[in-house]
C-alpha cells in the first residue's frame, strides 16, 4: 500500500510503500476509493492541533470498499462501501459516552490524528464507526459529506429552529449545510473573506439569500450564525449580526484568539456554542438525510500523491468546494 505520511508537523506529507496490514478484532481493511481534505487535517500539518499520533497519515473523510474483515465483525461484507469519520473510536463507558454524548469521550481516538486515515490506498479501520455508504455514488461526491457534512449538521441543529442564519467562511462545510438548511427552510447569509467574489457568487448560486464579505453587516438582524472560519475576531462580528436571544455557533476544531469585547453583544441571552466532534447517531442521521436533500458536493479532485498541493490550495483559499485525494 502507499501512504502520505506526516513525520513531524509543519514539514510537507511523504510519500511511503507499506505492507498491507491485516484488520485486527473488530476492524475493516479498507480500499480506499476517495478521502476528502478537511480543514482540520491542515491544523495537524501545520502543528495548531497540538497531539497527533506521530508519523500519522492524515485523513478523516475516506469512501472505502472493505477488503478484508476482522475477528468478530458481523454487519459488513468484502466489497461493501463505507464512510469512515473523524470520531474513530470511544471508551464506551466514561461520563460522557455512557449519557450520549459520546463525540466529548475521555479517551477518544480519532481518525487521521491519533489513528491513521485515508491519505492512503488502504486503511484499517474500527468497524464499529465505519457507516454504509451507497455504493452507485461517486466516491469522491461522497467524500465531503462525513466530516464537513457531518460537523455542519451537527451546528445546523445547534441553532435550534433559527430561521435566518449567517454562515461565516464559505468552504467545504458551509457548502453542504448550506443546501440542508435551504431545504429545510431556512434562509441563508454568507460571510466571505472580503473581496473574494468567486466564494460570495458560490453561496450566491447554491441558494443564500444574502452574500458578501466578513466585515460587512447583513441587511437584516440573524436568527444565529455558524463561524467555519478558523479566525476568532469574527465570534464578536457574528455576536453583533444575530439578533436578542440569537445563537452563535463556532463549528472549527481551532480558531485564532477571540479578541475582547463589550458585554453588551452577549447580553439579552445570545449564546455562544462550540461544536465538538460528532456522535454515529450524527452519522446516522446526516448520511439517511443527504440523498433525501440531493445535496450535491462541489469537490476539486487531486490524485494521492499531490496531497501537499490539496492542503496548500486549502490553506491559501483557492478551492470552491471541497478537495478529494483519490488513490
Ligand atoms: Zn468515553
Ligand atoms: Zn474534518
Redesign the pocket.
Known amino acids: 500500500m502507499t501512504a502520505m505520511v506526516l513525520r513531524r508537523p509543519k514539514t510537507p506529507l511523504e510519500a511511503e510503500r507499506r505492507p498491507l496490514p491485516s484488520p485486527g478484532p473488530g476492524e475493516l481493511l479498507l480500499a480506499v476509493e476517495a478521502c ?1 481534505v ?4 491542515l491544523h495537524v500539518v501545520d502543528g495548531e492541533l497540538e497531539h497527533p499520533k506521530l508519523p500519522i497519515v492524515p485523513g ?2 475516506i469512501v472505502g470498499r472493505v477488503a478484508a474483515i476482522g475477528a468478530g465483525v458481523t454487519d459488513f461484507a468484502v466489497g461493501e462501501r463505507v464512510g469512515v ?2 470520531l474513530g473510536h470511544t471508551c464506551g463507558c466514561c461520563p460522557y459516552c455512557s449519557s450520549g454524548r459520546e463525540n466529548l469521550c475521555d479517551d477518544p481516538l480519532f481518525t ?1 490524528y491519533t489513528r491513521d486515515g485515508g491519505y492512503a490506498t488502504h486503511t484499517v479501520a474500527d468497524a464499529s464507526y465505519c457507516f454504509p455508504l451507497p455504493s452507485d455514488s461517486d466516491a469522491a461526491a461522497l467524500a465531503p459529506l ?3 457534512g ?2 455542519g449538521w451537527r451546528s445546523l441543529k445547534m441553532t435550534g429552529d433559527a430561521r435566518d442564519i449567517g454562515i461565516y467562511g464559505f468552504g467545504a ?1 458551509a457548502h453542504i449545510v448550506a443546501q440542508v438548511a435551504i431545504a429545510r427552510g431556512r434562509r441563508i447569509f454568507a460571510f466571505v473573506r472580503p473581496g473574494d467574489t468567486a466564494a460570495r457568487d458560490f453561496a450566491l448560486s447554491l441558494g443564500a439569500v444574502w452574500a458578501g464579505g466578513s466585515d460587512e453587516t447583513p441587511p437584516e438582524k440573524l436568527d444565529a450564525a455558524i463561524i467555519f472560519a478558523p479566525v476568532g475576531a469574527l465570534v464578536p462580528r457574528a455576536l453583533a449580526a444575530v439578533r436578542k436571544g440569537g445563537t452563535v455557533v463556532c463549528g472549527g ?1 481551532h480558531m485564532s484568539d477571540i479578541p475582547s469585547f463589550p458585554y453588551a453583544l452577549l447580553w439579552e441571552e445570545r449564546r455562544l456554542v462550540s461544536i465538538a466532534n460528532l456522535t454515529r447517531e450524527d452519522a446516522r442521521e446526516f448520511l439517511a438525510l443527504a440523498p433525501q436533500v440531493g445535496i450535491e458536493t462541489h469537490v476539486v479532485r487531486y490524485p494521492l500523491t499531490a496531497a501537499n498541493e490539496a492542503l496548500a490550495d486549502l490553506r491559501d483559499g483557492r478551492l470552491q468546494g471541497a478537495a478529494v485525494l483519490i488513490p
Open positions: 476528502g478537511c480543514r482540520t487535517d478523516h473523510e469519520p473523524w487521521g462525513l466530516c464537513a457531518l460537523i462545510a476544531i
